[in-house]
C-alpha cells in the first residue's frame, strides 16, 4: 500500500521561505510522477507543481512560477521529493498536499486531481506578519 506523509509546514512571514517535503513508503517514489496542489480556505484543490518521473522535468502554475521548486532528493533511499518555497505570500496560506501515480500523464493534466491516486494527509502553510 503506498502512503505519502508531507511535512515541512507551518507558520512564515511574508517573503519568508519553506522546504515541503513528501516521503513515500510503499512504493519507489523514483518511479512515480508527483504532483503538489494546495487547498485555500474557501476555495478548490489548484495544482501547482509537478515532477516527470522520466526526466524529473518540473512543471509550474503560473502562481508559483518562479518562487517555488521542486525536485526530488538524489538518494532514491530517501524516496522523497521537496517543495523549496521562497518569497510566499499571504495568498500562498493553504494546505499543501502532494500526490503520486505511476501512470502516464498527458502534459495537459499535471494539475488535475484525478490523474493522481496516491495522496498525503497534508500539511498547513500559513504566510502571516
Not at 56 to 82: E, H, M
Not at 101 to 124: C, K, L, M
Request: proline content about 4%; some cysteine.
Amino acid at each position: 500500500q503506498v502512503q505519502l506523509m508531507e511535512s515541512g509546514g507551518g507558520m512564515v512571514q511574508p517573503g519568508g521561505s519553506l522546504t515541503l517535503s513528501c516521503t513515500a513508503s510503499g512504493a519507489t517514489l523514483h518511479y512515480y510522477r508527483v504532483g503538489w496542489f494546495r487547498r485555500a480556505p474557501g476555495k478548490g484543490r489548484e495544482g501547482i507543481s509537478c515532477i516527470t518521473d522520466e526526466y524529473n522535468s518540473p512543471y509550474y502554475s503560473d502562481s508559483v512560477k518562479g518562487r517555488f521548486t521542486i525536485s526530488r532528493d538524489r538518494d532514491i533511499a530517501k524516496n522523497t521529493v521537496y517543495l523549496q518555497m521562497n518569497s510566499l505570500k499571504p495568498e500562498d496560506t493553504a494546505v499543501y498536499y502532494c500526490a503520486a501515480t505511476p501512470r502516464y500523464i498527458h502534459s495537459g493534466n499535471y494539475f488535475v486531481t484525478d490523474a493522481y491516486e496516491h495522496w498525503g494527509q497534508g500539511t498547513q502553510v500559513t504566510v502571516s506578519s
